[in-house]
């Protein structure tokens, strides 16, 4: 006989009892003889006595069954309340016998009830108060509506995952599994050790084991690490939970899903983690007029948190922001730790020094640090991508790239393009002297490390680090595809801005979306490109009204924003008067794109046929000579339509084909009626 059945046949021999001297029944079971039979003999009564004498505070039960251990646990929890033990008895009898719930409910009304148990104790009249007090314990083993007046009558059922529990079942009540994680600190170590903030770890423990409550820890990235790795210095498993999963699957009914938690952490020997406490839950959306009853944090405090606290459960939030004050925490002892928003460079190298060890990455942690901007949590999960695509090691730096931005860009609005330029800067066709101010501006991002770092010149340049370049001349004369050369020799993403979505006739909301595109390039480290960049930095204009106000409001902000910022920005404009004088002092190389000469637009025709083009003898010489007007952009649009024409008409690419696409080129861009002789020789293919 196991001990939830011995257990059951002294409930019967206590109901039997309390029904004969009461003169309820003389013979109680004759119509349940099933039960009768389970009426424990001398053996089973020593056999309690023995298990009894161990259950009392303090008693060694090492040597017993599991559910010995288990049930001595939850007699515990109940503070070794007489009543509360004989209520958990008989609900156990009833789940193990439910024969005797049947009997019960036909002597007493109800298969089991806090009533029940008090007459069990010889208590007939309790007060209200204590009831209630009871009853509260109760809905720790048992299904209690708090709603049914008077409570002590409400028929009970033991709780399933009870009785699982007491079998020696580990798994997670059904209830909750669906949305909560169990983290095993109290097993062998499962992370790694912290590459940065390892101090944090250290703290965080030290607080619990000092008899702290509950841990808030807010910031960008690595809190849940934090949490568990608090939790294998304590040697304490953790329940893991979102709050947003856990209110939404609990909506219904909150309280039995708080009591199904609390049950948890105590069958699991756990602390709780809620993760996800977002704005939503901070207030942010009724700041902006959305209405958030029910899910901020100080109802939360009130149902969830206080409770949990209550029952002695250690308890870790993880705040997605700032700090903030949850509750009064004038009545229990807390820590509040804020990881910074930023990592310096130094961790940002740990970080990846620690993984490129713990993985054998094909990778330069003082490059990657000064590539990504990226926060633990982050790093890691990009770095989990990478491994599990199994690529080559001469794949790592753009994979690494794509994968972060994948990462940030996740639930941001679209305020521009990411591009992976493959074009390097032998493929722009320009004069040599500006070929060297690129190169110029190529150099500074290479070495900016060694500068900063290693020769020490962050002290003297602690803003304004930007690297920065002003591309101006004439459309179509190559400052686009230099923005895309810069990014492929760089082996950088390009983020080419789109100036529609960023400006807003709402005040104050292009400033927001030019944060996002800044914080956005800086933490993948990507090449910021504002093409016809004068829509946006042109000349502050006088006050007149207060749509200048707000305007010039927008160019101080990006005055600033430019500063602050350690990435590269590209501009190109049309028209460099256009650009306002406080920005031209800020940007470090200006370069001027002229129309291409005829020793550039030679280059520029050859670059364009290539061996992959089935073609015939083509006079390059007649191309560049005779069109002195066509930019890099135009020649490339000729090309393109000539291989149409030619494809078209399934033939090799040939002059006839070039003059016709000329001739519409210049029909596009000309204002008079087009005129043969602008072809000159080859006017007679048109």
């Not at 039979?37 to 309690?48: F, H, I, N, Q, Y």
């Not at 009130?302 to 925490?329: H, W």
């Not at 599990?388 to 990462?407: I, Y």
């Not at 800067?425 to 060694?450: C, E, G, Q, W, Y």
């Amino acid at each position: 006989m196991n001990y939830p059945e011995l257990n059951a046949a002294l409930i019967i021999l206590r109901c039997d009892a309390y029904m004969k001297d009461n003169g309820i029944a003389e013979d109680p079971f004759e119509k349940y003889p099933s039960i009768g039979r389970m009426l424990p003999g001398k053996p089973e009564l020593e056999e309690w006595g023995r298990i009894e004498d161990l259950l009392k505070p303090g008693g060694d039960l090492s040597g017993e069954e599991i559910s010995v251990r288990r049930y001595a646990g939850l007699v515990a929890v109940t503070g070794y309340d007489p009543v509360l033990r004989t209520l958990l008895d008989l609900c156990i009898a009833i789940f193990v016998r439910p024969e005797l719930g049947a009997c019960l409910a036909y002597y007493f009304g109800a298969s089991v009830n806090l009533h029940l148990a008090y007459l069990l104790e010889g208590i007939e009249y309790p007060e209200e108060r204590d009831i209630l007090r009871r009853a509260e314990l109760a809905s720790f083993f048992c299904h209690i509506d708090h709603s049914r007046y008077p409570i002590q009558y409400d028929e009970l059922r033991i709780d399933e995952r009870v009785m699982s529990f007491l079998s020696g079942s580990n798994n997670i009540n059904d209830r909750i599994s669906g949305y909560t994680d169990l983290f095993p600190g109290a097993g062998e170590q499962v992370l790694h050790d912290p590459f940065v903030w390892g101090e944090l770890v250290e703290q965080s423990a030290a607080f619990f084991a000092g008899g702290g409550e509950e841990l808030l820890v807010s910031g960008r990235g690595g809190r849940r690490f934090l949490a568990k790795k608090t939790a294998e210095k304590l040697h304490r498993n953790f329940l893991f939970l979102n709050i947003a999963d856990f209110i939404r699957e609990t909506r219904n009914d909150l309280e039995e899903a708080k009591s199904a938690l609390l049950r948890e952490a105590f069958f699991q020997q756990a602390g709780i983690c809620f993760y996800g406490i977002n704005r939503f839950f901070l207030g942010a959306d009724r700041a902006e007029g959305k209405e958030a009853s029910g899910r901020d944090l100080d109802i939360l405090d009130r149902t969830l948190f206080k409770p949990i606290l209550q029952r002695g459960v250690p308890l870790i939030l993880c705040i997605d922001s700032g700090l903030v004050r949850i509750g009064g925490a004038s009545d229990r002892k807390r820590l509040l730790i804020e990881l910074p928003d930023k990592f310096s460079y130094e961790e940002r190298r740990e970080l990846w020094e620690g993984f490129k060890s713990l993985y054998s990455l094909p990778i330069d942690p003082s490059d990657f640090a000064m590539r990504y901007h990226l926060n633990a949590s982050e790093t890691a999960e990009v770095i989990n991508g990478f491994r599990g695509r199994g690529l080559k090691d001469e794949e790592a730096n753009p994979a690494f790239s794509k994968l972060s931005m994948q990462l940030l860009e996740r639930g941001q609005e679209k305020l521009g393009r990411i591009e992976y330029p493959d074009i390097r800067l032998s493929d722009v066709k320009v004069k040599s002297a500006l070929k060297d101010r690129l190169n110029d501006m190529l150099n500074s991002v290479r070495f900016s490390h060694r500068i900063l770092e290693d020769w020490n010149l962050k002290q003297k340049y602690p803003y304004g680090r930007a690297i920065s370049m002003l591309m101006s001349g004439p459309p179509g004369t190559g400052k686009t595809m230099t923005a895309n050369a810069i990014a492929g020799e760089l082996k950088l993403p390009l983020y080419h801005v789109n100036l529609s979505n960023i400006m807003d006739k709402y005040v104050g909301e292009t400033e927001k979306n030019l944060e996002k595109v800044f914080s956005l390039a800086e933490r993948i480290n990507a090449v910021l490109f504002f093409d016809e960049a004068d829509a946006l930095f042109g000349k502050r204009s006088e006050v007149k009204n207060s749509q200048d106000k707000y305007a010039n409001s927008e160019i101080s902000y990006l005055l600033q924003r430019v500063e602050a910022f350690d990435g590269i920005v590209l501009l190109a404009t049309n028209i460099k008067g256009n650009i306002d004088p406080a920005f031209l002092r800020r940007i470090r190389y200006v370069v001027y794109f002229e129309n291409p000469d005829e020793e550039e637009r030679k280059a520029i025709w050859e670059s364009c046929i290539t061996d992959s083009v089935p073609h015939e003898d083509l006079d390059i010489d007649y191309l560049a000579s005779q069109f002195k007007e066509f930019t890099g952009s135009m020649i490339k649009t000729v090309f393109l339509n000539a291989c149409t024409l030619a494809a078209s008409a399934d033939e090799s690419l040939s002059m006839k084909h070039l003059v016709r696409a000329i001739r519409v080129e210049h029909e596009k861009t000309s204002t008079v009626t087009f005129s043969t002789d602008v072809l000159g020789k080859y006017a007679y293919l048109s």
